[in-house]
T-cell receptor, first 116, second 114 residues
Framework: GESVGLHLPTLSVQEGDNSIINCAYS??????FIWYKQESGKGPQFIID?????DKRQGQRVTVLLNKTVKHLSLQIAATQPGDSAVYFC???????????????FGTGTQLKVEL | GVTQSPTHLIKTRGQQVTLRCSSQ?????VSWYQQALGQGPQFIFQ???????QRGNFPDRFSGHQFPNYSSELNVNALLLGDSALYLC???????????????FGPGTRLLVL
């Protein structure tokens, strides 16, 4: 479940098109998932989250889909804009622990490039 | 939001460093992550009620503290070149109680070890 990889996958889309970013998570017991956007030189910014008892959640221009059968998460961005260009990370949280703790395990990340 | 200081820091091998984080209003849990260039954040540890609640795969050179006002410090001793990274702090609500656990990140501290 640790983030690996020195070469980020890249997704290039035309402005106005829809983007789909995929993520495979590692722990079948994870109960909470988050998508973050990270621009160069900044910290990760929360986009949208979903709990394991749901399979779809919509926000403003974004939709997250969760498929627990194959441990797959996707982020759909509608009408992609130049400001959406960034690295996108999915993160998973394991089930509650005695004594607390809710560490996030991050995926590799995907670089989204929006072409004008 | 979450604030961190300093924004950038340069140290030499063997030195010690302290990074600081102020959590978002209403949040009582602070987590620290290390992000190497081109990689996702790696969990270091998490503090709640001034105690370390969970720890990732980091050596004892990495230690932390949480204060009564929920702010936190990350200390790294005997710095190695490989400690060069972006150090991120995230705050959230009470862990494991069903309260929304979204972690909100600060801008990070960029540490360079020479």
């Amino acid at each position: 479940g640790e983030s690996v990889g020195l070469h980020l996958p890249t997704l290039s889309v035309q402005e106005g098109d829809n983007s789909i970013i995929n993520c495979a998570y590692s722990n079948s017991a994870s109960d909470y998932f988050i998508w973050y956007k990270q621009e160069s030189g900044k910290g990760p910014q929360f986009i949208i989250d979903i709990r394991s008892n749901m399979d779809k959640r919509q926000g403003q221009r974004v939709t997250v889909l969760l498929n627990k059968t194959v441990k797959h998460l996707s982020l759909q961005i509608a009408a992609t804009q130049p400001g959406d260009s960034a690295v996108y990370f999915c993160a998973e949280k394991g089930p509650g622990r005695t004594g607390g703790g809710n560490k996030l395990t991050f995926g590799t990340g995907t670089q989204l490039k929006v072409e004008l | 939001g979450v604030t961190q200081s300093p924004t950038h820091l340069i140290k030499t091998r063997g030195q010690q460093v302290t990074l600081r984080c102020s959590s978002q209003s209403g949040h009582n849990t602070v987590s620290w992550y290390q992000q190497a260039l081109g990689q996702g954040p790696q969990f270091i540890f998490q503090y709640y009620e001034e105690e370390e609640r969970q720890r990732g795969n980091f050596p004892d050179r990495f230690s932390g503290h949480q204060f009564p006002n929920y702010s936190s410090e990350l200390n790294v001793n005997a710095l190695l070149l490989g400690d060069s990274a972006l150090y991120l702090c995230a705050s959230s609500s009470i862990p494991g109680t069903g309260v929304k656990e979204t972690q909100y990140f600060g801008p990070g501290t960029r540490l360079l070890v020479l």
